[in-house]
């Protein structure tokens, strides 16, 4: 069982903002404790199953956090955008506060399965090839997709400012323009490359699967959601096969 700390400090390490504002916020009686308001920022709080309320919000308090988003087209996976809105800007400003990152970038026209947390190790073991978790990525692509094509694909690719190939993990035909195509590195625009590489072309691009976990049915593009052991099981499923 975590030990008990003071409410204040439970704010501050959630992102709502600084210190002295977090205890403002406890004293203008905008923060409920488990349905309670609260009256003391020093007051020591079990942090277990803890659920904050702030400024009409429910909080599910996570030490790490660790939220799927689905990710929609047209936005970029970083803090400081160029031409697109970034993702952060559709999260609650306490995830921002608090530091959240991409575990690894989706390219901005690239839809889907988004992992974010403030957990570094976490960030390194989903993103490193030497954990050998898939990532699967819907292709749609304008031309057929050939055998040929999908058997490059799985024996490797040369791109054109690496010498040292890479390839597909698994192929699933799904239909003559749609490919569902696995790999476990993430160098730059990787997939729409290796399809070019093939003589092919990328038209959309989706990710839906990470390791053994499938983005939510019912998660909306824009949405987001928090992940729980089981799920994160299910995401270094794949580094033991």
């Known amino acids: 069982m975590a030990k008990p700390i003071s409410l204040e400090k439970i704010l501050f390490s959630q992102g709502f903002g600084t210190r002295r504002y977090c205890a403002d916020l406890v004293y203008a009686d905008l923060v409920k404790v488990n349905g309670v308001i609260a009256e003391n920022p020093d007051e020591r709080i079990a942090t277990d199953?803890?659920?904050?309320?702030?400024?009409?919000?429910?909080?599910?308090?996570?030490?790490?956090?660790?939220?799927?988003?689905?990710?929609?087209?047209?936005?970029?996976?970083?803090?400081?955008?160029?031409?697109?809105?970034?993702?952060?800007?559709?999260?609650?400003?306490?995830?921002?506060?608090?530091?959240?990152?991409?575990?690894?970038?989706?390219?901005?026209?690239?839809?889907?399965?988004?992992?974010?947390?403030?957990?570094?190790?976490?960030?390194?073991?989903?993103?490193?090839?030497?954990?050998?978790?898939?990532?699967?990525?819907?292709?749609?692509?304008?031309?057929?997709?050939?055998?040929?094509?999908?058997?490059?694909?799985?024996?490797?690719?040369?791109?054109?400012?690496?010498?040292?190939?890479c390839f597909a993990t698994a192929c699933e035909q799904l239909s003559e323009n749609i490919l569902a195509m696995t790999i476990v590195e993430g160098r730059y625009h990787q997939v729409k490359r290796m399809m070019a590489a093939v003589g092919n072309h990328v038209e959309q691009l989706h990710r839906s699967?990470?390791?053994?976990?499938?983005?939510?049915?019912?998660?909306?593009?824009?949405?987001?959601?928090?992940l729980y052991p089981d799920d994160l099981k299910q995401l270094s499923q794949s580094e033991e096969k």
């Open 209 to 226: 699967q990470i390791g053994a976990y499938r983005m939510p049915a019912d998660l909306s593009p824009g949405e987001w959601r928090w």
């Open 49 to 165: 199953g803890l659920v904050l309320n702030v400024e009409g919000q429910d909080w599910e308090f996570h030490e790490k956090a660790y939220i799927v988003f689905n990710k929609p087209a047209n936005y970029e996976c970083s803090h400081k955008t160029t031409h697109h809105p970034s993702v952060y800007s559709l999260l609650p400003s306490p995830f921002v506060e608090r530091g959240l990152q991409c575990v690894g970038r989706l390219d901005y026209d690239t839809t889907g399965l988004l992992l974010i947390s403030d957990d570094g190790q976490f960030i390194h073991k989903m993103t490193t090839p030497k954990k050998n978790i898939g990532k699967v990525y819907r292709i749609t692509t304008p031309n057929p997709i050939t055998e040929k094509q999908i058997e490059h694909l799985m024996k490797g690719v040369v791109l054109e400012d690496d010498a040292k190939p």
